[in-house]
């Protein structure tokens, strides 16, 4: 089995945000290894960084095809 990997919402703002990044090399790498995956609350900080509709529906349409992992909180 391979080990995912959680990015995040530091990673994906340099992601999107710097192409040449080392970040973004590092995230394309774990993406071609299927690697990636996603939890809401990252996901939702992600989304809300945009400043706009169009740019977060583009990021959200790229994170969507990564795993899911439900995060379940304990008392």
Known sequence: MVDRV????CIWA????KP????NRTVEQLIEQDRVVVIGPVLAEVLYGFRR???ADW?????KNFGWIEVQWED
């Open 14 to 17: 340099a992601v999107f945000s």
């Open 6 to 9: 959680l990015i995040d919402t």
């Open 20 to 23: 040449n990044s080392s970040e």
């Open 53 to 55: 509709r169009e740019q």
């Open 59 to 63: 990021a959200a349409s790229r994170l």
